[in-house]
């Protein structure tokens, strides 16, 4: 199947945490195996909580960062992402940050 998804930085996340294996292993598959797409928001996100949680250095954040962006086609927001995550949120009531993924 060649559904397109777009990751949260959850499921990213969960394919370096050691913590849950199960969800670090369904993680890595699905990123292995989906059609994914991230935004530069969830390379920000990923990159604020594997310092803080995992304690990695900015320095080996570095090739976390890389490997994401080759295993998912990575979608850059820009004004119009901005401007359509506004009306989103207002339409359907979700939160902007959540509109905006």
């Known amino acids: ?3 397109r998804i ?7 996340i969960y394919s370096y945490s050691e913590d849950e294996p199960g969800k670090q292993q369904k993680a890595r598959q ?3 195996e989906k059609n994914s797409f991230i935004s530069t ?4 996100e990923i990159t604020n909580t594997i310092t803080r949680k995992f ?3 900015y320095e080996a954040v570095i090739p976390v960062i890389s490997q994401c962006c080759k295993n998912n ?3 850059v927001n820009t ?3 901005i401007i ?5 949120a207002n339409r359907y009531g979700f939160s902007f940050l959540t509109a905006l993924l």
């Open 55 to 57: 304690k990695y250095s």
């Open 73 to 75: 086609k990575v979608h």
């Open 6 to 12: 777009f990751f949260d930085s959850n499921i990213l």
């Open 41 to 44: 928001q969830v390379l920000q």
């Open 79 to 81: 004004e119009t992402t």
């Open 1 to 3: 199947m060649n559904d």
């Open 30 to 32: 699905l990123i292995q």
């Open 84 to 88: 359509t995550a506004c009306g989103i």
